[in-house]
């Protein structure tokens, strides 16, 4: 039986594996070595119950106790903190899903990707933190490394069986967020509330309102490049309000291929789980009667400067993506915080690349974990300095 483990299982993608495991044959058809979360012990310990895990992990050694009452008479190990989330990190698995929001994911995915067969790479975070590292952990081992984002996805299936010398340019769709037709103004006093409202996907709280920055987008430009080894000139942003098309790629001779399906994460969690077969998914079907029209439109990078600072970091490199992803996580912080507003955060992302981009954009050789971890806690210090000196309000 494959050996399956999720990081991440309590969240939206990690939900979303789980359906997938169950309708696929459960316990009966996986051995599930580890399932970890954070707050939501009650899911967590349902999730791993059902499953017949062999431990479930929450990353808050405070509630320890909490999961340890929900699993009791189960026979699934119940551990809690950094340290038993590193162990269960490097139990062996054949597959892995990295579901962890935000740098928290790096080091278990990091892990993880020298003891599994198979990396299922859903925090994007990772790559623009620590791409080069993270790439190198899955070739030393021999572990495949598969994108879950829909678009890097998309990018990955249209590629199947292409000549990679012949790949021109990628086009990643974006949905343009809740506030794609606001005006600057307009988006000045936009609540997190109406921030996390995505018009077309169903995700984590964090990402939704990333989606509504497009930092997530300006996230994904970084991810394209590391995992398709593309120059960020290759990368154009196509902004595409019914998020039907996942992301194309153009070749040399003009033709452009591009990946469809409805907005269901399980689309790109089960192409990964599959892969390389294609089974059938419990996906709506895509209708184009329905549908009838698909829009396109260019990306605007005055009312979204995250797009621009994205491709500022990629030309710094080195450890810069860990200094903007941090300050990111940070703003994000704030502005769910309520210390400040919707536009500051592209503002405090701005200064803190200012303060420390020069220097972090030095490194440019692969580095160690505990690199990319000081750079992040000296971002987010930066960070709330920034947001110190501008709060109250
Ligand atoms: P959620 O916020 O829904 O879930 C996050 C998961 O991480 C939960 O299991 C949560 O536990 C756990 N968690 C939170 N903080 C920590 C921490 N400090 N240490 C360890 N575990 C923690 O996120 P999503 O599922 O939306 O996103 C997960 C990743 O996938 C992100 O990197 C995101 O960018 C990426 N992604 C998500 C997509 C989506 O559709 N949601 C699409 C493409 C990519 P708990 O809930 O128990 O507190």
Redo the contacts with the bound molecule.
């Keep these: 039986m494959r050996r399956i483990s999720i990081?991440?299982?309590?969240?939206?993608?990690?939900?979303?594996t789980v359906d997938l495991l169950e309708r696929q044959g459960g316990s009966e058809a996986y051995d599930v070595v580890c399932l970890?979360?954070?707050?939501?012990?009650a899911?967590?310990a349902e999730q791993a119950k059902a499953l017949r895990a062999d431990v479930a992990v929450?990353?808050?050694p405070d509630l320890l106790d909490d999961l340890k009452a929900a699993l009791s008479g189960s026979g699934v190990e119940a551990a809690a903190g950094?340290e038993a989330?590193r162990e269960a990190s490097a139990r062996p698995s054949d597959w892995v899903m990295?579901?962890?929001?935000?740098s928290?994911?790096l080091e278990?995915g990091l892990i993880a990707a020298a003891h599994c067969g198979t990396l299922a790479l859903?925090?994007?975070?990772?790559l623009v933190c620590a791409g080069a590292l993270l790439e190198e952990t899955c070739a030393a081992h021999d572990t495949r490394l598969l994108p879950?984002?829909?678009e890097h996805s998309a990018i990955f299936q249209a590629l199947q069986g292409e000549d990679r010398g012949a790949l021109e340019r990628i086009l990643l769709t974006a949905s343009g967020g809740p506030f794609r037709n606001l005006t600057k103004a307009e988006m000045r006093d936009v609540t997190p509330e109406q921030a996390m409202a995505h018009p077309n996907?169903?995700?984590?709280?964090?990402?939704?309102i990333?989606s509504a920055t497009m930092f997530?987008k300006a996230?994904e430009l970084i991810e394209a490049h590391v995992l398709f080894d593309v120059t960020p000139e290759q990368i154009e942003v196509v902004v595409h309000p019914q998020s039907i098309i996942h992301s194309m790629v153009g070749f040399a001779d003009g033709s452009i291929m591009a990946q469809l399906g409805p907005s269901d994460?399980r689309g790109?969690i089960g192409f990964a789980l599959n892969y390389p077969e294609r089974i059938k998914l419990p996906l709506e079907r895509l209708d184009f009667a329905t549908l009838k029209r698909l829009d396109f439109m260019a990306e605007d990078r005055d009312r979204f400067p995250a797009l621009q600072l994205a491709r500022d970091v990629m030309a710094a490199g080195g450890l810069t993506g860990a200094v903007f992803n941090a300050a990111k996580e940070a703003a994000l912080d704030a502005f769910i915080a309520g210390q400040i507003g919707f536009l500051d955060m592209s503002d405090l992302v701005t200064y803190v690349l200012d303060n420390m981009g020069p220097e972090a954009s030095d490194i440019q050789n692969t580095v160690s974990l505990e690199a990319v971890l000081d750079y992040d806690t000296r971002a987010r210090r930066k960070a709330g300095e920034w947001v110190g000196a501008k709060a109250p309000r």
Excluded: C, H, Y
């Design positions: 990081f991440g299982s309590t969240g939206s993608i990690g939900q979303n970890t979360g954070a707050r939501n012990i899911l967590l929450t990353a808050v950094p989330l990295s579901a962890i929001v935000g928290a994911g278990p859903a925090n994007k975070e990772s879950v984002d829909s996907w169903d995700m984590g709280a964090r990402i939704s990333d997530n996230l994460m790109a």
